[in-house]
């Protein structure tokens, strides 16, 4: 564990080079028949039948609903649970403001409940910025927690695949969807309560209503992207100054090239109006409209959480319990080896990464087809790699574990679609040649296209899977811890003792999941030995008992003895 972990590179094994060339060959033969089959000039009948449909206003809805199923089939119900610390912190926020609060009151004896990333005093709440939970909220307001993540996998796949029919045509539409969700990124990371599905949600709907303002003077479209980059800063903020750079330049551009000034007024009222949002939480949290729960959490736990290079802190941190201070020195340790002298090996390592959840196994095929994509790139998607360029960029100060993609989830939308837009010009290139080109021009490259995206659709039938078996494996811990709570007499307070030489310190029991405890059917807290009783006294009406997970037991809990 004392192993450095930040400049692994993920390799690429002989069975995976060998599922890309197969993969490679079966593209070229797919577009090779397809087309030889549309020289027929029926084919070019259907085609142009096809290509009406996928242009149609509705198109994308269409679209976007099968995303949204797709993120429901991962996630397994609209009742997914979170896994990950910053998930259980980001849902506990959303169902704070579905009560209709900004902060919930702090915990009695907060030792006891002390949760990563959450403050437990002088006030209950997350350490991060508001948007995430405020998009989460609706869902949980509604006994449904999840409906938010697939909701925003829906918009995604609604939006991207209108852009690139907008920018392009329906075939690269068509193609840059379909490798999108069947990314791994896409299925793993749209399947969480992780904020980075807010924000690149926002992205792609920031970069459709600059794109529609451009086409028709829509004010409502550019208060819809004024709106999108407020969402994005009170999500994530470093991510929002690398969205707000490139795209408030284009936008004033536009507003230049139109001489039309005030326009200027409705994306910065929207802005505001969303940042607001979160000066009011500050107020609220620390007292202070200028101080977040994020700044007073970095100063009070996690002082390595800052932006820069080596680790350099030399003052004092309050205390937290075992598996929590291990995360804590664990993290202390990335920070350390994030120096400048490390930069090199710490971008490979994350494009590595990147690389490896984009074009994974025999999807190595279509890295070539990226490439070629980029030679071809239109100027109207220009912005959407610069963005992506910018998201590397600013996340090289800050200190992370590479293999965490989700920091870099903005950007696979747009490298769908550039390997969407090589795939398509090879393709184009392959079926022109096989067919007689100059009977049915057209309908070469589109028979192509679609065989194509079907085939794409074939080998992640098994993704589609394995990424439902992996979120249900990663579940399993909780959904057990649950199941066997469920069976103690309610209402229950269990104190938590845990093996903390065996234990995975990613998951934790002892959760915040209700901001009023006396809602709380079961209420689990830190296990700290003869301190209990105090805590005992505060929750006559509960039945109490003792969880030790060596012996992964429940025993009625006796002040005094100890089993």
Sequence with gaps: DDAPMILAVPSVSAAELGDAALAAAVIALVAVGAGRFAAAASTGVRVARLERMLGVPWAPAAFGLLASLAAWYVGGSLHMLPVIHDEWAYLLQAKIFAGGHLVAPARPLPEFFQQMYV??????????????????????????PALGPIALAGLSGALLFALARRIVNVWIALLAWS????????????????SQVTTATCFLAGWWALSRYRDTSSRAAFALFGAAVGLIA????LTAVAFALPSGLVALALVRRRARWWDLALPLAASLAVLSVMALQNAAATGSWRESPLMLYTQLYTPFDLPGFGYHFTGTTLPMPPDQEWLRQHFIRLRAEHSLGALPAILAARVGWIVRHMWGGWRLALLPLAVLGLVAL?????????TSALCLGVMIIHSHDPQWTNYYLELFAPLAFVTALGLWRALAWIAARASRA??????????????AAVFLAWPPLTVFSMAREGHALAERSHREWLARTAMLPRPA??????NYRHHNTNISYVLNTEPDL?????????????????????FP???????????????????????
């Excluded at 403050?119 to 449904?144: D, E, I, N, R, W």
């Excluded at 100059?438 to 065989?451: D, E, G, K, S």
């Excluded at 307070?493 to 845990?498: G, H, I, P, Q, W």
């Design 119 to 144: 403050f437990v005093t002088p006030f209950l709440g997350a350490k991060y910025p508001p948007g995430h939970s405020l998009v989460l909220a609706p869902g949980v307001a509604l006994g449904m």
């Design 179 to 194: 490798i999108w969700l069947t990314t791994p990124a896409t299925l793993n990371w749209y399947g969480s309560y992780f």
């Design 234 to 237: 009170i999500t994530r903020p």
């Design 378 to 386: 239109p100027v109207e998607a220009m912005l959407a790699l610069v």
């Design 438 to 451: 100059q009977r049915v021009p057209a309908a070469a490259p589109a028979a192509a296209t679609v065989l």
């Design 493 to 498: 307070l269990v104190f938590v003792r845990y």
């Design 518 to 538: 006396r809602a709380a059917p079961v209420v689990a807290v830190y296990d700290r030995g003869a301190e209990n009783a105090q805590l005992r006294q505060l």
């Design 541 to 563: 009406g509960r039945h109490a008992f003792l969880f030790d997970e060596l012996a992964n037991a429940f025993v009625p809990f006796a002040p005094g003895v100890t089993p």
